[in-house]
Every structure is written in C-alpha cells, then in structure tokens.
C-alpha cells in the first residue's frame, strides 16, 4: 500500500512562514497596549499554517469524505477519563470513527517554566486520552493516531546548555546540561517509545523565517517526514476498512 506525503517539506515551509508572519502581525496589533510578547502567543492562529498540510495529508491517502476538525470550537472536544473533557486542536473523525487527534504547539522565548508546563500538558492529554479509550469513550473506535508538533524558536537562548540540580536524587544523564532544545528532543522521543503518541515532531526555526520558512530538524526520529509517514499510513488504513 503506497502513501501520498503531500509534498510535505514545501508545505512546511510555508507552515513554518505563516507562523512566523502571523506572529509578528499579532505583535504589531498590540505594539500601542501592554502585551508585548503575549501578544504573539494568544493570537492563536499561528500554528494555522500546518492544518493544510494534514488536510492534503488525509485527502490524498483516501479519507476523501472524512470530517476535519480544526476551528475553536466544540467540534474539537473529546470525553476525558481524568476530566470531563479536553479540546484538541486538530480532530479527524470519518464515519463516527476517530481517526485521529493532533496537538499543534509552539513556543518563542520565556523557555524556563514553559518547557514544564508544556510538558505537563502534553503528559496529561495522552494519558487521559488513552484511558479514555480504554474506557470505551469512543465506542467502538479502533486506536487512533494521536500526534504532537512543536515548533521552538532557535536562538541562542533555547541552544544553551541549561544547569539543573537534583539535591536528593540525580537526574537522567541524557537531562544534564542539555538546553531546551535538546530537551523538547528527548521529549519527543519519549513520548513515542512509551506510545503516548503515535508520532511527536519538533522544528526548529529562528524568527528570519519569516523570509523563507526556513526550519531544521533535531533527528529523523523527531522529523517532519517520520510525522507525515506514520498520519498518512494511519489514514490509508482507515480509508482501507471503510470500502
């Protein structure tokens, strides 16, 4: 079974673009009040540019009739175990099946404290997603693939080697001295050997990309291409099952 990737690296290009742009249009807008940096992060459309590439993604692997959910709004809400509920950003529901739920995430600047809680979020939606199933909460959905992107700033900042300290109990060696970059590596990487998430991708991308989409990538177990491969094959079965 052959699968379409969409010509995936020039849509992530232009993905990566419109992030950076979006950003900064979101800025000016607020240049005259008082949110400053804050103003890029709730403008909450800047990740907006990846939904085209999953969109191609599941269209041309034959979910031609499938339902894609990706406006804010209730229409991206699964049950929780742990909680009521939890709103995801992209949702692919064909037939009353759930064929897959993504979390589309970025971070610029501010990298101390909100690499952990980046981290407790993304640790607690799979894992009450997953109970969830368990649980029957979708009825009687086979597994879906369930992905997570990060899109991190480079720069010096997120590049340096950060110092943490463990006074009782030493850390992970792979954890000592390793800047935020290298731990949003890690994370992904976990993240996938444990099964939280069928697929976790992070690129890297300095604000010049506003020019180009210029982006890089950590490693191929990280990448864009390992991401695209895995949704597409996810969607090419469902679409198999469901002649």
């Known amino acids: 079974m052959s699968i379409d990737l969409s010509n995936y690296e020039e ?25 400053g940096e804050r103003g890029g992060v709730v403008a909450g459309k800047n990740m907006d540019g990846f939904l085209d590439l999953i969109r191609n993604v599941v269209l041309g692997n034959g979910l031609t ?22 709103r995801w950003d992209v949702l692919i529901v064909h037939e009353g099946v759930l064929v897959a739920a993504i979390e589309l995430k970025s971070q610029v600047g501010s990298f101390g404290n909100n690499f952990n809680n980046r981290c407790e979020e993304v640790l607690g939606s799979s894992t009450d ?29 997120s590049r340096s080697p950060v110092n943490d300290k463990s ?10 001295n390793a800047s935020y970059t290298k731990r949003y590596e890690i994370l992904c ?11 976790a991708t992070l690129l890297i991308s300095p604000r010049a ?18 991401f695209i491969a895995a949704l597409a094959g996810h969607v090419a079965t469902a679409a198999a099952f469901a002649k």
């Open 65 to 86: 009739d499938a339902d894609l959910h990706v406006s804010k709004s209730l229409s991206l809400t699964l049950p929780g175990f742990f909680r009521p509920t939890k």
């Open 189 to 199: 990487e976990k993240l996938v050997r444990e099964r939280l998430y069928d697929a």
């Open 11 to 35: 849509q992530t290009r232009q993905a990566v673009k419109y992030f950076w742009t979006m950003r900064e249009s979101s800025l000016s807008a607020s240049s005259g009040g008082t949110q």
């Open 209 to 226: 990309a506003i020019v180009d989409g210029v982006y890089k990538e950590m490693s191929q177990r990280t990448g864009m291409r390992q």
């Open 167 to 176: 006074p009782r109990f030493p850390i992970f060696p792979e954890f000592e």
């Open 129 to 157: 997603l997953w109970t969830a199933f368990r649980e029957g909460a979708f009825g009687q959905s086979p597994r879906p693939f369930v992905g997570y992107l990060m899109l991190l700033e480079d720069c010096e900042a």
